[in-house]
């Protein structure tokens, strides 16, 4: 009875020695698992952290495109209210000059009929005065 109580213990102490072994290398694997999981996450973590900051680059670009084509727009719009004025102030300038051009025109136009009824009237004196000498 001794013998089979010895043997119970001697086989309980081989089944916790096994079992502690087991467990040892159980959380061996789990250890070295984890490890591996930290490095990947580690690793997906850095390619996220540089993809943000290709994207916050990004974005700055962006901004500065923007912000460049918003100063394009203005400088273009203050030209095309400079070219209206500019316009504008052409317009009136011509008109004036072709009102005083056609005034002149006028006044010359008039002078030249006046030179031209002149004309033949000198020229109707003239031959009555050559028919009566």
Do not use: P
Request: proline residues 0%; contains cysteine.
């Amino acid at each position: 009875m001794v013998d089979t109580l010895l043997r119970i213990f001697d086989d309980l102490e081989e089944n916790l020695e096994t079992s502690l072994s087991i467990e040892r290398e159980a959380e061996k694997q789990r250890l070295e698992a984890f490890a591996t999981l930290r490095g990947r996450l580690n690793a997906e973590i850095a390619k996220l952290n540089a993809r943000i900051a290709d994207l916050g680059r990004e974005i700055l670009n962006l901004k500065l495109a923007v912000s460049n084509y918003q100063e394009n727009v203005a400088a273009a719009t203050a030209a095309l209210a400079d070219v209206a004025a500019l316009r504008s102030d052409k317009s009136d300038a011509c008109g004036a000059e072709d009102s005083a051009y056609q005034f002149k025109n006028s006044e010359l136009q008039t002078q030249i009929t006046t030179c031209g009824n002149a004309i033949y009237l000198m020229e109707d004196k003239r031959e009555l005065l050559e028919r009566y000498q």
